[in-house]
């Protein structure tokens, strides 16, 4: 399993010359490490003094953060189980087997994608109402949950391609408009919030 291994052990194999773990695996990882540092934050945050009317919205997010490290160490692993499975269906020549296959790696990196998606949102919270000593964590929160959502749609853009379910695929592209939408917004806030408090990079190092 993924997050059992040291980091070392991760990238090396990331490194080598083998399809796992690969893409799905790495974004999944970055946006368990997004959550982790988005949970430190929220831990300085909670009880801290001049915050406690944001107490619940800190404490929530702290829970998510918490939900979708979790569920991304184990999506890390699921995109390499469903790699090895599209592996063997084309081995088969399977047209169902081959689609079945195609359709649960889609559906692996979308998930992967809308747990990015509520860190970002959580992300947002925490940068607006946390602890401000932490504000640039929280925006790097923000930034690698933004990373990992667009590596997950990505993928999910590839395999479509290899879909011949029309109507499948038509409902996928339209949930992703949406997303891509929803998240833009999201980041876009976050980087307010950054230029509010003089961490806008642009600014500071004129260029």
């Known amino acids: 399993m993924i997050k059992e291994?040291?980091?070392?052990?991760?990238?090396?194999?990331?490194?080598?010359?083998?399809?796992?773990?690969?893409?799905g695996a790495l974004a999944a990882v970055c946006g368990a490490?997004?959550?982790?540092?988005?949970g430190m934050v929220s831990r300085y945050s909670i009880k801290k003094k001049g915050l406690e009317d944001y107490e619940k919205i800190i404490e929530e997010a702290l829970e998510n953060f918490l939900i979708c490290k979790e569920r991304l160490l184990e999506l890390a692993d699921e995109d390499v189980k469903a790699y090895q499975n599209f592996k063997n269906a084309a081995k088969?020549?399977?047209?169902?087997?081959?689609?079945?296959?195609t359709k649960h790696s889609i559906e692996t990196a979308y998930n992967i994608a809308k747990c990015a998606y509520t860190i970002?949102?959580?992300?947002?919270?925490?940068?607006?109402?946390?602890?401000?000593?932490?504000?640039s964590d929280a925006i790097?929160?923000?930034?690698?949950?933004?990373?990992?959502?667009?590596?997950?749609?990505?993928?999910?853009k590839d395999n479509l391609n290899y879909l011949e379910d029309d109507e499948y695929k038509k409902t996928f592209i339209?949930?992703?408009?949406?997303?891509?939408?929803?998240?833009?917004?999201?980041?876009?806030?976050?980087?307010?919030?950054?230029?509010?408090?003089?961490?806008?990079?642009?600014r500071i190092f004129n260029v």
């Open 92 to 101: 088969s020549k399977n047209k169902d087997d081959i689609a079945n296959a």
């Open 140 to 156: 790097i929160t923000g930034y690698y949950a933004w990373a990992t959502m667009q590596s997950g749609l990505t993928l999910v």
């Open 5 to 23: 291994k040291k980091i070392i052990e991760f990238i090396n194999e990331l490194d080598s010359k083998t399809p796992t773990p690969g893409g």
């Open 33 to 38: 490490l997004s959550s982790s540092l988005g």
């Open 174 to 202: 339209e949930e992703i408009k949406e997303f891509i939408v929803e998240t833009d917004n999201l980041i876009s806030k976050i980087r307010s919030l950054s230029d509010e408090k003089n961490h806008n990079y642009r």
């Open 120 to 135: 970002l949102n959580n992300a947002y919270n925490i940068a607006k109402y946390g602890n401000q000593n932490l504000l």
